[in-house]
Structure formats: C-alpha cells, structure tokens
C-alpha cells in the first residue's frame, strides 16, 4: 500500500466511448503523474501536475484529457480511443517536483483494453 | 528526445549472488531513480540520487549518480529469491524554473533468482 489508489484496476471500452480514470493520492502530496506502460516499451509520462497546474512537458494524443481538481485527485478522461491505447495506466504523486522529495510513490495502474 | 539504454535487459541468476545493472544516456540528468515492479503492481521506488558522484545504499541495494550525469548502476548483494522482478531506471530533467519537466525511463531489467 503506497498511499496512491487508482479506480477502476480494469476496464474494457469500446472506441466510441467516453470513460475517466481516477486517482488518488493520501500523502499530502503536492504534485501526481499519469503514466502510460506498454509492454515492452518504457514507462511513458504523459501530464504532470504541480499544485494544481499542468506542468507542459511531453505530446499526448488529444483523445486523452486530465483533470486535476485539486492536489489529491486526479482523472484521466478518455475519449474515442484507439486499440493501441491498451496499456497499464499508472498514476504517481511526489512531494515535489524536484530535488529530494520528488521520489514517486505510483498506485497500481488501471488495465485498459481498447477494442 | 532522451533515451536511456538500460543493460542488461535481462538476468537470471543463482541465490546468494550479487546481481549490478546500470544505464547510460547522451544527455544529462538531475535526478537518478531506481525502481522494482512485480506483476500487477504500481513500481515501488528503490534509490533516489541527486548529486553527481553520490553512492546510496538502502540494504543490499547500492546505487551510483555517475560524475558526468550521464549514467547510473545499481547493485544487489547476495540476492535472494523476493529479489525478482522488473528494475527500471528513470532520470530527472527539471529546468530551474519548473517548467520544463523530463522524466525518462529505461526498459527495465527483468531479474530471475533461482532458489
């Protein structure tokens, strides 16, 4: 138990439909991450968040929306995906951004299946 | 962008012996991080380094920031079968203003201990 929960840990969705993945972080954290892992390849960040703001940093698909409503949530608004979207998303969250603190405790991923 | 070769890519060895991995990169890092997954699981943070030069241990583990920021290892002593799982690599790129956040990942070193 890393402090870090993520809902829901499966979904399957078609391409047409629109769902959200959250998460949430019990460690008065200050910044969260979502993360996507695919087999075989690297962990890849997709949006950082830091008190609340969107930290810009790497390209994502405009199909993938986040939200951060404040420092212990974050969503994930998934919106006409592709069949290679079928990953482990994974959500993180640090104290800082940099420096130490900024280790990061990730929660256990959503398994998404795009079909 | 940044990669990071992360070697070997994987490893299987006896109980009792000491296992080291390391990855290297064209470009300089601020932040060193290691990290283990096991098999439905978020990655659990093993060893943060944030100076150049600096050797961390957290038990059996041992880490090194290389002195050009361009490269890390990581060292297990007398291995032991909990031992297996997924070890990945991470650098931290942040600029001095926050907004220009790199965090890259290696392709993990998958770690078999036979008993």
């Known amino acids: 138990e890393t402090g870090v929960t993520q809902t829901p840990r499966h979904l399957v969705m078609g391409m047409t439909n629109k769902k959200s993945l959250k998460c949430e972080q019990h460690l008065g954290h200050n910044a969260m991450y979502w993360y996507k892992q695919s087999a075989k390849k690297p962990l890849e960040l997709m949006f950082v968040?830091?008190?609340?703001?969107?930290?810009e940093n790497n390209s994502v698909p405009s199909r993938f929306s986040p939200e951060c409503p404040n420092s212990s949530h974050l969503f994930l608004h998934l919106h006409t995906l592709q069949p290679e979207d079928s990953a482990l998303y994974l959500c993180?969250?640090?104290?800082?951004?940099?420096?130490?603190?900024?280790?990061?405790?990730f929660g256990p991923g959503t398994r998404l299946t795009v079909l | 962008g940044q990669q990071l070769n992360q070697s070997p890519q994987s490893m299987f060895i006896q109980e009792g012996e000491d296992v080291s991995m390391n990855c290297t990169s064209s470009?300089?890092?601020?932040?060193w991080l290691w990290y283990k997954q096991d098999p439905g699981e978020g990655p659990v943070l093993l060893i943060a380094?944030?100076?150049?030069?600096e050797l961390t241990s957290n038990g059996r583990l041992t880490a090194q920031f290389g002195i050009t920021r361009k490269d890390s290892f990581l060292n297990i002593s007398a291995s032991i079968p909990s031992d297996v799982g997924i070890y990945f690599c991470a650098g931290l790129l942040l600029n001095s203003g926050g907004s220009n956040y790199k965090l890259t990942f290696g392709k993990g070193t998958l770690l078999t201990v036979n008993p």
């Open positions: 993180a969250s640090s104290q800082k951004l940099a420096g130490e603190g900024n280790e990061q405790f």
């Open positions: 470009s300089i890092f601020n932040t």
């Open positions: 968040y830091s008190l609340e703001e969107r930290v």
């Open positions: 380094l944030y100076k150049a030069g």
